[in-house]
């Protein structure tokens, strides 16, 4: 639970009370700092920490952009935690932006890192996780295609077949039609 105090010093970004607690979000699995320049967290997805091992103990890992253990957090650890949210996140809307915010990084350089260690871009990832997520859900159902799309994050439906296509050489509805037939 976290007290008015702990609230009123993370919505502040209060520099007075680092050092005395760390807060950690379950939303990303990150912690920081109460100075922590990111975006607010939910209230209730906040933890409440006493020394940063702790946070560390419970598997969260240290922001990029604060560096509550004074240590540059590395860039391959930093790609997983990309991949993961982009897993757990897929179908909603996520732009370069607001998967900054929530990563805790800078749009620019979270690009860069990323596209260096693995060769695509994030929306790139985002994409096919995307259309994995589709694949399956077309063999797993008989749901109209405009609706696999939206599931997936994809609104548009014209776009969602167009990128299909591309990925797999056949349309969503080709594919959910004649899945026993296809092996992709």
Not at 125 to 141: G, W, Y
Request: glycine content about 4%; overall charge positive; charged content about 25%.
């Amino acid at each position: 639970m976290v007290t008015q105090s702990e609230w009123l010093a993370i919505k502040n970004n209060d520099t007075n009370y680092d050092g005395k607690f760390w807060y950690a979000v379950s939303s990303t699995k990150i912690f920081c700092r109460p100075s922590c320049p990111s975006r607010l967290p939910k209230r209730e997805n906040i933890s409440i920490y006493s020394n940063p091992d702790q946070a560390l103990a419970d598997g969260f890992r240290p922001c990029k952009r604060c560096r509550p253990l004074n240590a540059i957090v590395s860039n391959e650890i930093w790609v997983k935690e990309i991949d993961n949210f982009l897993e757990e996140n897929y179908s909603n809307n996520i732009t370069l932006e607001y998967l900054a915010n929530e990563i805790h990084g800078s749009e620019s350089y979270l690009r860069h890192v990323y596209k260096d260690l693995t060769g695509m871009t994030p929306k790139q990832r985002l994409t096919i996780i995307r259309l994995d997520a589709a694949k399956s859900m077309l063999l797993n159902s008989e749901k109209p295609v405009k609706s696999i799309g939206e599931q997936v994050g994809i609104s548009n439906p014209a776009y969602f077949i167009k990128l299909f296509k591309n990925q797999f050489g056949v349309t969503p509805k080709q594919f959910q039609s004649k899945k026993h037939d296809i092996n992709i």
